[in-house]
Structure formats: C-alpha cells, structure tokens
C-alpha cells in the first residue's frame, strides 16, 4: 500500500503514526508547508516528507487528505490533473461534501469521505466513513485500512457531522470524564500518576466489556451497584448534579456549532 498523507498535522500525523504502528504501508508521504516539525520520521525508511503535494499523489495509491477545510478546494485543484484510477481519494475534512468534492475532481473518481479521531495514532480510532457512487467499490479497501487502525463503521453521508461530534470531538469529551475521575482520585488520597492510572485503565476495561460482551450499559451498572451500597449512592448523586444530561446537552451543542460552520 502506497500511501500519502496530505496536510500533516494533528490529525495527519496522527494517521501517519496509526499507520507505522500498523504497518500499514509499502511507503508513505508526508506532506505540510513547512517541514520542520515533521523531518523526523524520515527516520523511518519507507517515508518521505515533502512539501510538494504533486510529487506526493504521484508516487502513491491511497491519498488521504487533512488539511483544514479552507484549504481543501485549492489542494485538490492543485493535484486534479494527477487523479487515475489507481488512486483512492480519501478525505477526513470536517463538513466538506462528496458532491462539493466531485465538483473538483469529477464524479470519476473513488471518494471515500472518514472521520477519524486522534487516537488513530495508537491504533485505536473509530473512525465513519461514506463514498460517492464510484467509491462504493473502495468501501472494503478503506474499511481494510482503517480497521487496521481500529474500528470503522459505514454512514451514509447525513450522519457525518454528528460522526464528528460523537467520535472526533467526542476524544475530547471522554479525555475530560478521565481527567475528572483523575481529579475525585487524587482527593481519596491517590498521587496523581496513580490516580491517572486507575482512571484511564478503568475507562477502558468500561469499554471493554461491552465490547467484548455486547451487553447494554445499565446491565454492566446492575452487577456493579450492591443495593445500599456505595456506587447506587455516588452515582445518584452525579445524576442529581445532571452528568447524562450535560453530557447529552453538550453533544446537542457542538452538533448545533457544526451544522452552524458548515452553513457559514
Ligand atoms: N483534530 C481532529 O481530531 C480531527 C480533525 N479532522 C479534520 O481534519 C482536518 C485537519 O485537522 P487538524 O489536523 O486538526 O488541522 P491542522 O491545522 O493541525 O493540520 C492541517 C495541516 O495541513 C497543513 N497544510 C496547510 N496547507 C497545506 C498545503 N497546501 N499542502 C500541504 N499541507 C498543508 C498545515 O501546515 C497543517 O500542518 C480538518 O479539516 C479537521 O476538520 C477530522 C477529524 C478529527
Ligand atoms: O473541533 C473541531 O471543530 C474539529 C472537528 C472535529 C475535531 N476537531
């Protein structure tokens, strides 16, 4: 798999490290305006860092495009020409539609549109993705790269945005429950690497075992809360303070934030 990855930023370069960690490539571009902070991982053989976006769609089959969505459009008429049909156009660009895409590039083309989360970079993303038409016979081929990288799941194109609330911002989201419980730790007496430690191991054994056993939250809750004891009362209490509702709350607002930006 050659693979370019265009805009290496936060989130490329989070794919970039998802994908060494995988082992997911015969070769990798990188590419950014300046190259300063992404020079080291030519460290690794198989990549190259570049600023030249049209060297990078050259010498690879899967393009993955990150960069902000106001660079998007000038990127892609900048590599248009290069397109064939060995090339897979895979964008992660927030709010950026397969039509406005095809408008660019041509209906010709396979459009994948993902979203990703930052926790690419350890392999561990949940990551939506959506084609047009023609990239319906890629699907399988992106699936393939980023299950490699974690979990993905099909949409269709209308539940991207709240995709981007639920698994992009949504790292952010759960970062501040573990900082929080990090946080009631360091009270109870725990030093706060320790109080760390047994925060974020236990957010993820929580996600374990519904993965893992695909029961329903509230079941997992009934083994966990003896009556009279002490996790029905702290967990009533954080309900009476409204952690489900300002959780949902919150979710409601940044998909408001993201239906607003799209329209501006
Ligand atoms: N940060 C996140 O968790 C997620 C971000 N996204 C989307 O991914 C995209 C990138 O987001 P971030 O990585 O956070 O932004 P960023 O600003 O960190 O990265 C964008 C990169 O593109 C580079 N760039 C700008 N013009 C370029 C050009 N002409 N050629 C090559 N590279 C160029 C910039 O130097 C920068 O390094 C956005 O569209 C965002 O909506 C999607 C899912 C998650
Ligand atoms: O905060 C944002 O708007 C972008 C989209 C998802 C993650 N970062």
Known sequence: MKIAIIGAGNLGLSIAKGVL???????MYLTKRNLDEIKNFEKYGNVTVTSDNREAVKHSDILIFAVQPGHFQAILEQVKDLLTEKHVVISTITGFSISKMEETIGSDKYIIRSMPNTAIS???SMTCICSNELGKKRIDLAKAIFNRMG????IPEEQMQAATVICASGIAFWMRLIRATTQGAIQLGFDAKEAQ?????????????LIESGTHPEEEIDRVTTPKGCTIEGLNEMEHQGLSSSLIRGIVTSF???SQIRKG
């Open 122 to 124: 350890v392999s561990n």
């Open 197 to 209: 430690e047994l925060a974020m191991h236990t957010c993820n054994g929580a996600a374990n075992l």
């Open 151 to 154: 979990h993905s799941l099909e």
């Open 256 to 258: 408001e934030k993201i």
């Open 21 to 27: 960690h995988s082992n997911g490539a015969t070769t």
